[in-house]
């Protein structure tokens, strides 16, 4: 008699490549590596239905680095393939990976159709704020002031905030997180997998070699309960170590601000719930910098519709039953033809 058996579940490891992980020794994407097995593992992902596409800086060496189908390719244009590989085979799962400079910068275009188009595709934007490849330029996402070696008397660019950025690209799936974050990290990944439509997470992620620290005054240990603020639908604004702290709109201006729970009449009823669903509310909050606010963490926008893949075959379906078939030959023959003497 045969016994049916339940196949083996994959664990993380068995998402791992056996190619060599060459970063930096300390590198946030080791990390970030380790969250998206963690993810895939946690999903039960096929690898044979999952693909990941990559452009050209350290985040785009992830291809090599999974046990799944994978293109490494130009700068700037891993949104552009993975949107040419969605709408060939929709049953894919299709995961996009980039860094600041590869996505913001001379892709800034691509990911911008990529997140309007609302393509059913996870972004993974890596922002370390330095272009860590080519050796420590400053980056679309680095802070004014940021000495390297293409601004040595520093940065007077205003850059770019990510998040913000895939608000105003009419992203309809918009998160946060950190490299660090192990606890957090798989399952924010998880939840970008599971919307429908384009998901866009940025990750920030620390260079250890050009850029190190730049995140630590909220991503440290001793500093995470004040630096941020998580975001979770339905939930209070609160954040500090003993949660007295929130997020309030003064009335009067009509901007964010922090408060204290308890000084100035100040009570609970006071702070803003998070409506992952308002726009307007996600880009204040994805707006948010320190020293004067946290930095706000999790799912700040989510509100689903129908994704660009799912318009293309239902539009191409709907012809199809409004148009007979036409035999080759009487096709080549239809229309404005000429015959040659």
Request: glycine share 10%; charged share 20%.
């Given at each position: 008699m045969n016994v049916q058996t339940?196949?083996?579940?994959?664990?993380?490891?068995?998402?791992?490549?056996?190619?060599?992980?060459?970063?930096?020794?300390?590198?946030?994407?080791?990390?970030?590596?380790?969250?998206?097995?963690?993810?895939?593992?946690?999903?039960?992902?096929?690898?044979?239905?999952?693909?990941?596409?990559?452009?050209?800086?350290?985040?785009?060496?992830?291809?090599?680095?999974?046990?799944?189908?994978?293109?490494?390719?130009?700068?700037?244009?891993?949104?552009?393939?993975?949107?040419?590989?969605?709408?060939?085979?929709?049953?894919?799962?299709?995961?996009?990976?980039?860094?600041?400079?590869?996505?913001?910068?001379?892709?800034?275009?691509?990911?911008?159709?990529?997140?309007?188009r609302n393509i059913d595709v996870q972004v993974l934007l890596f922002n370390n704020e330095i272009y860590g490849l080519t050796k420590g330029q400053y980056s679309p996402t680095s802070k004014v002031g940021t000495r390297s070696p293409s601004t040595p008397a520093g940065s007077v660019d205003a850059p770019i905030s990510a998040c913000v950025y895939a608000l105003g690209c009419n992203a309809r799936f918009v998160a946060r997180s950190h490299d660090t974050n192990a606890k957090v990290l798989p399952g924010l990944l998880q939840e970008a997998k599971e919307h429908k439509g384009a998901s866009f997470v940025e990750i920030l992620q620390n260079c250890i070699?050009?850029?190190?620290?730049?995140?630590?005054?909220?991503?440290?240990?001793?500093?995470?309960?004040?630096?941020?603020?998580?975001?979770?639908?339905?939930?209070p604004l609160l954040f500090g170590k003993e949660s007295d702290k929130g997020i309030r709109l003064n009335p009067t201006t009509m901007e964010l601000e922090v408060v204290t729970i308890g000084e100035n009449g100040v009570t609970e009823e006071d702070i803003l719930v998070h409506d992952e669903t308002s726009r307007p509310l996600a880009l204040m909050l994805?707006?948010?910098?320190?020293?004067?606010?946290?930095?706000?963490?999790?799912?700040?926008?989510?509100?689903?519709?129908?994704?660009?893949?799912?318009?293309v075959y239902d539009q191409i379906n709907e012809i199809k039953d409004k148009t007979p078939a036409i035999p080759v030959n009487e096709l080549m023959h239809k229309g404005k033809t000429w015959t040659v003497v």
């Open positions: 339940a196949p083996e579940k994959l664990k993380p490891n068995d998402y791992a490549s056996d190619q060599e992980v060459r970063w930096c020794p300390g590198c946030g994407d080791y990390a970030i590596v380790n969250a998206v097995k963690k993810a895939l593992a946690n999903m039960q992902a096929d690898p044979k239905n999952t693909v990941f596409i990559s452009g050209i800086g350290c985040a785009a060496r992830f291809p090599y680095y999974l046990k799944t189908f994978g293109f490494h390719t130009i700068h700037g244009r891993a949104p552009a393939v993975a949107t040419g590989v969605k709408l060939s085979n929709p049953d894919l799962d299709v995961w996009v990976i980039g860094g600041d400079g590869d996505m913001l910068s001379i892709g800034g275009n691509h990911t911008l159709h990529v997140l309007r070699v050009y850029n190190d620290g730049v995140f630590s005054s909220f991503t440290d240990k001793a500093n995470v309960a004040d630096g941020q603020v998580k975001c979770e639908h339905g939930k994805a707006g948010m910098q320190p020293p004067n606010f946290p930095v706000a963490v999790g799912v700040i926008f989510r509100d689903p519709g129908l994704s660009f893949n799912e318009s």
